[in-house]
Structure formats: structure tokens, C-alpha cells
């Protein structure tokens, strides 16, 4: 290992993800590194994808100089006493993920905000039957977002529909929600669909497109990943501010020092067009995004 220009040997931060594939993760994962990298700091990445592959990657990484571990995503209910098993001395924190355990050091923007946010939105939309599409977990406790989509529905009567894909993956939510059109009579679909990332999003899209059958289902994602302004999707979705969720994720790993009214929490809707379902009058009529059929 190189040493740094002090004579000292860099320190390490392991850095825990599922799936380096998902658009999300690597948004993250890409503010993560380049301010540890300017901090003098070394990544170490962690690709899970069991409980044995998490204790064995953990085991390897035990001899270096691991200072932190950042978890880009909830794994397991038992991750923690597993690190903490392995690494005793090693403090954690959560990175924007979802379902962190309860006794987690959890970083996370205001989730709950963007589920009123996006309900209402759809909602003002004049959208009577909705949806909530989100990948699997080990545990029955809902995401911040999912509650306050699901708390600011219940204020207009509403109970959105549960759609779960196999995974946070684009294809698997292709999937669920092809399976979830065909069994479905079209007098009973959902008319809006929320989605818990933006991959799923971009799979319930294509998945409409794709079904025809004069289908259409407006679809708001979570993320604002680069590809979601592009043409072919047009996503409305939620936006967060990864560079300050990261500095702040970052001085509270190795400086124990937190700022709990910062900007790092505020999101806002992205407005693209995906919300609307069909083609309306104005600009989306000369886009051509996937929310057209």
C-alpha cells in the first residue's frame, strides 16, 4: 500500500452496496469516493450478495486499516452484529438507504416530504386509483416515503395498490408491473404509480409502453439518476442532494460531527412529464417519452 506524503498509510472506508448496476448507487457511490479521495482517504468496495459473501469479504478487509464502513444499501436485519462481529471497532453508517435497521447511524434525507410530495402531485393530477411499487425487504417495516405517501393518501381516502418487484432492478420492475397489467381488468389499474427508485421506475414505464392495449399509467420514480431527463423517459421524480448528504455522511463518520438542520436534507420533485400518463397539450406532445402510447 502506498504511503501518503506525511509517512502515514492512508485510512479506509469500506463501502457496502448490493448491486453496483443500480443507477442510484452508483450516483452515490460516484460523490462518495471522489470526496473521500480529496479528504486523502481510500475506498474499499464491498459488492454483497449473501450473508456468507458479507462475512468473508468483511474477514478479508479485517487486516486493513478500515476506519468506517458505509452502507449504500440494508442488506440483512442482523448486517450490523455482523460487522460488528468481525470489525468491533469499526463505526457504521447508513448512506441514503431505505430500510436500515432501527439502531442504524442512518443518514437520510426527509423521505417522509417526498411521499406527501409525490402524493399530492398526483393527486392534483385528478388520479383516482394509485400505486406503490418497491423491491423486497426482510422486514415489514415501511420506508420513510412509502409512510408518507401512504399517510398523505389516507387524508383523500385513498389506499394505494402494493406492487413488489423481485429486486431494485430495472427489469424486475418490468416485470411486476407487466404481470400486474395483465392480470388486472383495465376497469380496475391503478392510474398512477409511485416507485421506490428510479430503475423501477424506468421498468414500469417500458413495461406500460410495451403492454399497449390502450394502458396508461402515469409513473413518478426517486433518484433523479442522469438517465431520468432523457428523452426516452422524461421521469418526474424526486431529487436529493448527494454531494451534501455525502460531506455530511463523511464528518459524521470521521469527525463525529453532525449538522441535523442542514441543506443535506432538503429534496424537491423534479417535473418532467412521466406523471401525467398520457400526451397533454404543450411541450410533451413534441417529446416522445416513454409515457406516450
Not at 126 to 140: K, T, V
Not at 257 to 283: K, P, Y
Amino acid at each position: 500500500m502506498q504511503m501518503q506524503q506525511n509517512g502515514n498509510v492512508p485510512r479506509v472506508i469500506g463501502v457496502v452496496c448490493e448491486r453496483i448496476a443500480n443507477p442510484s448507487h452508483l450516483k452515490m457511490l460516484d460523490a462518495l469516493t471522489r470526496q473521500l479521495n480529496a479528504r486523502g482517504e481510500l475506498t474499499l468496495l464491498l459488492q454483497v450478495s449473501s450473508r456468507d459473501d458479507f462475512r468473508a469479504q468483511l474477514h478479508n478487509a479485517a487486516p486493513l486499516p478500515i476506519v468506517g464502513l458505509v452502507f449504500l444499501t440494508s442488506l440483512f436485519e442482523d448486517e450490523l452484529e455482523i460487522a460488528h462481529d468481525i470489525l468491533p471497532q469499526v463505526p457504521t453508517l447508513h448512506l441514503a438507504t431505505r430500510y436500515a435497521p432501527s439502531r442504524a447511524n442512518a443518514l437520510n434525507s426527509d423521505d417522509y416530504a417526498a411521499g406527501e410530495a409525490i402524493s399530492r402531485l398526483l393527486l392534483e393530477q385528478g388520479h383516482q386509483r394509485l400505486g406503490y411499487l418497491h423491491a423486497p425487504r426482510e422486514s415489514a417495516a415501511r420506508s420513510r416515503q412509502e409512510m408518507g405517501y401512504v399517510d398523505c393518501l389516507a387524508l383523500a381516502n385513498k389506499t394505494p395498490v402494493l406492487l413488489t418487484a423481485t429486486q431494485d432492478a430495472r427489469e424486475a420492475g418490468y416485470q411486476a408491473m407487466l404481470n400486474y397489467l395483465k392480470t388486472t381488468y383495465s376497469s380496475e389499474r391503478i392510474h398512477a404509480l409511485f416507485c421506490a427508485s428510479d430503475a423501477l421506475a424506468f421498468g414500469a414505464l417500458q413495461a406500460t409502453r410495451d403492454f399497449g392495449q390502450g394502458a396508461h399509467v402515469a409513473v413518478v420514480g426517486f433518484g433523479d439518476v442522469e438517465e431520468a431527463a432523457s428523452s426516452t423517459w422524461h421521469l418526474t421524480t424526486w431529487t436529493q442532494h448527494p454531494e451534501l448528504i455525502v460531506a455530511e455522511g463523511i464528518n459524521r463518520l470521521l469527525s463525529q460531527a453532525g449538522d441535523n438542520t442542514g441543506a443535506w436534507q432538503q429534496g424537491a420533485l423534479q417535473i418532467r412529464h412521466s406523471h401525467f400518463g398520457r400526451a397533454v397539450a404543450g411541450e410533451m406532445l413534441k417529446c416522445g417519452c416513454a409515457s406516450r402510447h
